[in-house]
């Protein structure tokens, strides 16, 4: 192992013990993730760096060894955060700042800096069983999946935190639309999205869209065209997945061809243990004419005309309650039901980090966690947990 390399294992192992986890591997792809997007100078800093947002002088009384002073230090962490190493938000008019998880977070933040190689080595590292096992480890998702507005009826009683016109008219500007990067991902990869050919369709809110603003990623655009984006993506098809929190700093809208996201959750033998929906699409058999649309539209493989039954059938254990399936119905068969027990997301994303935090499981949680997902996909039928 070369010098630099320890700079570069000592933050793995810093990232590692926040959030979402960032374990080691064999092979080591984890540290050319690193290099790609940090220096060794970068990645010292950042290994001193909490996931909770900290002002300047707070940061710099723990890393004073490293640099002179504190405005040099701010020019090195805005340098890190352009390109897309670590997260900053403004608390009381100062520039705070705190590490970022790899997703849902550093790995967002690259859009503009893809390369082949760089997919290549994150392809490798979160196919790795151990980043698998660290990103479904967090106690909540770091995303949730809410109802296209088209498939909610007044009878729902829909929080606002489920109802993304109101989530985007009670949120903080700014606001910063940007390319989907999973799609900018597949595209480079030499594929295409089957569900649109849109590429701007994601949405930064609040702090998320000041830092891409600032790092030149995305364009700044007024609420109502936000809202108007948001409603061609749902007219297409696609799946809103906010910000696991009630007030929301993104709305990704996402495909199952090529959102990372939904990609996971089709791999999982029961994918809802870890995901956030309080819905559930329900069908009316005797309104079914088994036309398909409803299996053409969903992007989890969670409903499937049944040749016996004659109608479509919704699987309860992977059903995200987005509602797509609800639209596309021609014959008004589908519609959505509210689960028994709604389930409240925290206020902010710092909240979430901390509960994430609080309750991160340990080696042997992660034991436990491996033998459900086994005995799961035997269950199941599957040939491996994370099925491809």
Known sequence: MVPNDQIYVRLQEHLDNQTVGF??????????????????????????????????QTIFNRVGHL???????????????????????????????????????????????????????????????????????????QMRTIPVSKSIHPRHHVNTFDEVTSLVQQAEAPFAILECICRKKIEIEGHSCKVTDRKETCLA????????????????????????????NQQEGLVLQPSNTEKVDFICSCCGCCCGMLAVHKSLPKPLDFWATNFLAIVDADKCEACGACENSCQVGAVVVSEEKQSAVVAPARCLGCGVC????????????????????PQTREDLYDIIMTNKKNKLGKIKLTGKLVVDTIRKGQTKPFKS
């Open 67 to 141: 640099v002179e002073t504190p405005e040099e230090l701010e020019r090195l962490l805005d340098r890190i955060q352009k390109k897309g190493g670590i997260e900053s938000t403004i608390k009381n008019g100062l520039t705070h700042y705190c590490c970022a998880p790899l997703v849902v977070g550093m790995y967002e933040l690259q859009i503009g800096r893809l390369t082949p190689e760089f997919i290549k080595d994150f392809n490798e590292y979160t196919s790795n069983k151990k980043f698998g096992i660290a990103f479904l480890s967090t106690e909540l998702p």
């Open 326 to 345: 609800v639209t596309s119905c021609p014959t008004d068969a589908i519609t959505l039901s509210k689960k028994p027990a709604e389930v409240r997301p």
């Open 23 to 56: 374990p080691a591997t064999r092979s080591g792809v984890e540290l050319k993730i690193l290099k790609h997007i940090f220096t060794p100078e970068e990645a010292e800093v950042t290994s001193h760096l909490s996931y909770k947002p900290e002002p300047i």
């Open 205 to 232: 809110i609040g702090s998320v869209a000041r830092m891409v603003l600032k790092s030149g990623n995305g364009r700044e655009i007024a609420r109502d065209e936000a809202l108007a984006i948001l409603e061609q």
